[in-house]
Every structure is written in structure tokens, then in C-alpha cells.
């Protein structure tokens, strides 16, 4: 099976991380040949040895500086917590045009700890592509993984067109569709849509794992549906997720304020038995997930 050849927008290009999200890009950049050269920076000799094996990149180096020094364009792909480490380290290394992007689920946050650090040469476009699986690791990466996906892109104030447009471009080429957003925007509508949905999950897990020995061997046992898609989610990576909630604390909270005023709601309508309550609430969610297929987004 072969791909049409793309314009190459971007000469150089260094991924730093390079786990599910940061090895699909790999793939996807190498399959639909959008760069000459893909650098990979990873602080796990293991991972660095299997992007070499995989043939995911020509270079592999736990040195960001050196990752860096001839990059056009620099994804960040690791936990949105050592950002602001990162930007430390390459802020003032990097050639003037240089674009620098995410992949994280919190976009306020990457302004904060990473804009301070870098030259005033280099144009940061924080970016989020809405698409991921519970695996990790540069095995866990497939290069349809942004196939028909959201991309979202939160320039601010000072973003330069010319740049943005670039990045656009070359997340439509990876086959995603980009929506331009405000930050603080992101971070609440996925809040909502993504980091709540995944504490519940943690939570109902939780529990779970604290019942009786008894009990517990039967929710093993009889593990389906619900609960078994919630076992799916909780097995996320667990330093992501533990960052994505504390530097999107204060959208998950006003959400989860929200979540829990309904479910006390729902909690007073089973203890009084107010069964058309019950029937309302969920006939209104069926109507959301129909929503959710027509958008294709299942």
C-alpha cells in the first residue's frame, strides 16, 4: 500500500517524548513523509533504543539541548510536568523561527510554565490532538492514530499568523481536524469531556479495589460493560493523568462542582423514589451520545 508524497513543511523536527502520542507522530510523520529528519529525545535509554529499532527517527539522545540545536519545528510529548524543566533547558537554544508545540491536555498551563524560558524568536502554539489509547510506550504508537481526530491549537495575543498557519497545516496533513481555540476555553470544555470523566473513573476503580476479598473476586468475575470500560481509562498512564489534574485544577474543580451537584440530585430522586426524575435525566443523555455518533466521534 503506498501514500501520496506531502509538501514538507518542516525540515527538522524533534519530538521530545516518546511514548504513545510521541510515537504515532513518528509514524504518522514517516508515513506520510512531512520531514526529512526526525530527532527523538527521550530520558529512557530503553525508549531511545526502541525508536532507533522501530526506525521512528534518525537520532536519539536523552539531551534536549543537543535534540534542539537544528529543529524547525519541537513537540513536547512528555507529562505537562516537566514542562517547565524542558523549556529551562532548550528556551534559549533553539534557532529563531523555531515552532514550538504539545500534545497536552492542558493548555493554560503550557503558556505559564513554558512562555517565560524561550527566546522571543520562537513561536510557541500550544496544541492538543484529542485522540489517545490506555498504552504507552513507543510500542503502543500507530500512525492512523490522528485519522479523522480533532486537533486543537490555542494561540494567544502574540502568535504569529504565518506560524500558526504552518502548524495547521501540518496537523491536517497527519489527517486531524484543527480547531483554533482560546486556552482557558480548552481547558474547561475538556474538563468536562476528558479529565472529569477519567477521576471517575479512577474513583469507581478505587473503590473497587478496596471491597472485600470476596466481593472483589466477582467484580473480576463479572466485569462487563460499564465497569470494564472504566478499568480501560483507569489504566491510563498515571503520571499524565496525575499532572493534567493539577494544572488543570481549577476547570476540573468547577466541573466536578457541577458533576457532584447532579449526582446528589440523582441520589435524592432514587432515595425518594421519584422515578420520572430518573427517566428525564436519562433520556436527555441518550440524546447526547446520538450527538456524540453523528459527530463521529465514537
Not at 184 to 194: E, G, N, R
Not at 252 to 260: A, D, I, K, N, W
Not at 270 to 278: P, V
Request: hydrophobic share 40%; net charge negative.
Amino acid at each position: 500500500m503506498s501514500v501520496e508524497k506531502r509538501e514538507i513543511l518542516f525540515e527538522n523536527v524533534t519530538i521530545i517524548g516518546i511514548g504513545l502520542i510521541g510515537s504515532s507522530l513518528a509514524r504518522a510523520i514517516r508515513w506520510k513523509w512531512l520531514a526529512h529528519k526526525i530527532t527523538v529525545c527521550d530520558s529512557s535509554e530503553e525508549h531511545r533504543k526502541l525508536a532507533l529499532d522501530l526506525a521512528l527517527c534518525e537520532a536519539a539522545t536523552d539531551d534536549p539541548v543537543e535534540a534542539v540545536k537544528d529543529a524547525d519545528l519541537v513537540i513536547l510529548c512528555t507529562p505537562l510536568g516537566s514542562y517547565r524543566s524542558i523549556a529551562e533547558a532548550i528556551g534559549k537554544v533553539m534557532k529563531p523561527g523555531t515552532i514550538l508545540t504539545d500534545v497536552g491536555s492542558s493548555k493554560a498551563s503550557v503558556f505559564e510554565d513554558v512562555a517565560p524560558h524561550i527566546a522571543d524568536d520562537i513561536h510557541l502554539i500550544p496544541g492538543h490532538p484529542v485522540a489517545g489509547t490506555e498504552n504507552s510506550g513507543p510500542e503502543a504508537g500507530f500512525r492512523e492514530l490522528f485519522d479523522g481526530r480533532w486537533c486543537i491549537l490555542t494561540p494567544n495575543g502574540k502568535t504569529d499568523e504565518e506560524a500558526l498557519n504552518k502548524l495547521k497545516k501540518f496537523w491536517e496533513q497527519l489527517g486531524s481536524s484543527v480547531e483554533i481555540m482560546d486556552a482557558a476555553h480548552h481547558d474547561k470544555v475538556l474538563a468536562i469531556t476528558s479529565h472529569v470523566p477519567h477521576l471517575i473513573a479512577y474513583t469507581i476503580v478505587g473503590t473497587a479495589t478496596d471491597l472485600a476479598d470476596d466481593l472483589m473476586g466477582e467484580v473480576v468475575k463479572y466485569s462487563a460493560g460499564g465497569f470494564r470500560d472504566f478499568t480501560r481509562i483507569a489504566a491510563s498512564n498515571p503520571t499524565m493523568w496525575r499532572d493534567v489534574f493539577l494544572k488543570n485544577s481549577d476547570a476540573v474543580l468547577e466541573m466536578l462542582g457541577r458533576f457532584s451537584e447532579d449526582l446528589t440530585a440523582l441520589q435524592r430522586a432514587i432515595r425518594r423514589g421519584q422515578g420520572d426524575a430518573l427517566y428525564d435525566t436519562f433520556e436527555r443523555t441518550r440524546a447526547l451520545r446520538q450527538g456524540v455518533i453523528d459527530a463521529k466521534q465514537d
